[in-house]
């Protein structure tokens, strides 16, 4: 079976994002990526991650608020911290060269996840969380 690579983004859009309301004052999980079954998505040091956050009001989070991404394996066990930054450093979306640009490479295999966590002095609504994560997608490709 031949493999698809292509650039992928995961956002707030996804169907394997899960998005959960912040709680003021404590780090929270407010999205949850879990890799699909028969893909792996390949994060690269060129790659970029961008996130807006707001409270239900709609007024945004703090610039100081703290933002952690971490991958973790299936059970937990293996964590690793891909970022830990203020929110400031990722509110930029259009200009590439202000984006957060990861400094490694992460490969994401099937059943893995991601977290994105906040530690905020509001609390984040899903409804007005955003964000991307860029990378490469390697996937089966159909068969025909």
Do not use: W
């Amino acid at each position: 079976m031949a493999l698809v690579r292509d650039k992928y983004r995961i956002t707030q859009n996804d169907d394997n994002v899960t998005l959960s309301a912040g709680t003021a004052g404590q780090e929270t999980v407010i999205a949850k990526f879990v890799v699909p079954d028969r893909t792996v998505f390949e994060i690269s040091p060129d790659d970029v991650f961008s996130l807006y956050l707001a409270n239900t009001g709609g007024t945004e989070l703090a610039g100081t608020s703290k933002v952690k991404l971490t991958h973790e394996d299936p059970n937990g066990i293996t964590v690793r911290q891909l970022a830990l930054v203020d929110y400031v450093v990722l509110k930029e979306f259009t200009d590439r060269l202000k984006m957060y640009t990861f400094g490694q490479s992460v490969a994401l295999k099937p059943k893995d996840r991601l977290f994105i966590r906040v530690t905020g002095d509001l609390a984040a609504a899903t409804a007005y969380t955003r964000f991307q994560i860029s990378c490469t997608r390697v996937a089966e490709s159909l068969r025909i």
